[in-house]
T-cell receptor, first 120, second 111 residues
């Protein structure tokens, strides 16, 4: 099955520093990856759509200068949380489309294992 | 604004019984529907996908879709303690795979 690897799984950083999270599709090419954020006992909130070779599309209310997304290859997307603050502490999850299994080319998403970010 | 609604639970189910989870969505243009299972501190895992009205069965899981009623459900037969998790309903449109997630239903299967 399609495997998405996310690294690191857990990171603690000081306020004001930047943190980079990597998302890799290991056995398939992903032209599109998605970045989500999840607060405790809440659902996943889409932050941005990462497109290989082009600028990411951010959801309303997500600061693109704070959450930098780079999708430089068909297997790697990165999310950099710049000048992190305690309120950025959250569970960040990436997902990638695998080759379609459903009708109309729809394809289920496969998620990375998530990154638990704690900003002190 | 597109919304996906789920009862937050917890839904308590005896081992061996059927767990029934419901999800409603607001966007009539929705075309793809997914159920994910998420254990605490872990990322979601795809259980079922359904695109057409009716039932779709996979092992102990059955997804049911009714687009007219904007309703999708998940049945878990012969519930096991390992099924205890949060189940997320996700809905997508034909405009790519950008999904909207419900808040999740927490399921507790008691031995």
């Amino acid at each position: 099955g399609a495997v998405v690897s996310q690294h690191p799984s857990r990171v603690i950083c000081k306020s004001g520093t930047s943190v980079k999270i990597e998302c890799r599709s290991l056995d398939f090419q992903a032209t599109t990856m998605f970045w989500y954020r999840q607060f405790p006992k809440k659902s996943l909130m889409l932050m941005a759509t990462s497109n290989e070779g082009s600028k990411a599309t951010y959801e309303q209310g997500v600061e693109k200068d704070k959450f930098l997304i780079n999708h430089a290859s068909l297997t790697l997307s990165t999310l950099t949380v710049t000048s992190a603050h305690p309120e950025d502490s959250s569970f960040y999850i990436c997902s990638a489309e695998s080759p379609g299994q459903g009708v109309r080319g729809d394809s289920p998403l496969h998620f990375g294992n998530g990154t638990r970010l704690t900003v002190t | 604004q597109k919304e996906v609604e789920q009862n937050s639970g917890p839904l308590s189910v005896p081992e061996g019984a059927i767990a029934s989870l419901n999800c409603t969505y607001s966007d009539r243009g929705s075309q793809s529907f997914f159920w994910y299972r998420q254990y605490s501190g872990k990322s979601p895992e795809l259980i079922m996908s359904i695109y057409s009205n009716g039932d779709k069965e996979d092992g102990r899981f059955t997804a049911q879709l009714n687009k007219a009623s904007q309703y999708v459900s998940l049945l878990i037969r012969d519930s096991q303690p390992s099924d205890s998790a949060t189940y997320l309903c996700a809905v997508g449109t034909t405009a790519g795979n950008k999904l909207t997630f419900g808040g999740g239903t927490r399921v507790l299967v008691k031995p």
